[in-house]
Nanobody, 124 residues
Framework: VQLQAFGGRLVQAGGSLRLSCAAS????????MGWFRQAPGKEREFVAA????????YYADSVSGRFTISGDDAKNTVYLQTNSLKPEDTAVYYC??????????????????WGQGTLVTVSS
């Protein structure tokens, strides 16, 4: 199973980006997908997650109201629309997928597969 995240780039504060992540693999089917991020010198943290069925989304308090997660479970694809970006949003953004029903959460331990990360840099 491979997850590929892309869409990160340099953007000015107040700007927007749309990150995408596609998972592929023989007979792979995710139950939920999520985004995490890691800023320089900091630990990786939860950003947003979506459970396919039932449809449920979680957001970190720091991004709630600014970021929106969406996706297509049939294509194992997840998106993260980021608006009103702030310099503190600068980080490598990682997508992840979970395959075990009932494990949907904000915790990294619940995710089984991870992408390589895409860098988002927000300038002030």
């Amino acid at each position: 199973v491979q997850l590929q995240a892309f869409g990160g780039r340099l953007v000015q504060a107040g700007g927007s980006l749309r990150l995408s992540c596609a998972a592929s693999g023989h007979s792979f089917s995710s139950r939920f997908m999520g985004w995490f991020r890691q800023a320089p010198g900091k630990e990786r943290e939860f950003v947003a997650a979506i459970n396919w069925s039932p449809s449920v989304t979680y957001y970190a308090d720091s991004v709630s109201g600014r970021f929106t997660i969406s996706g297509d479970d049939a294509k194992n694809t997840v998106y993260l629309q980021t608006n009103s970006l702030k310099p503190e949003d600068t980080a490598v953004y990682y997508c992840a997928a979970g395959v075990v029903a009932g494990q949907f959460s904000r915790l990294m331990a619940g995710y089984d597969y991870w992408g390589q990360g895409t860098l988002v840099t927000v300038s002030s």
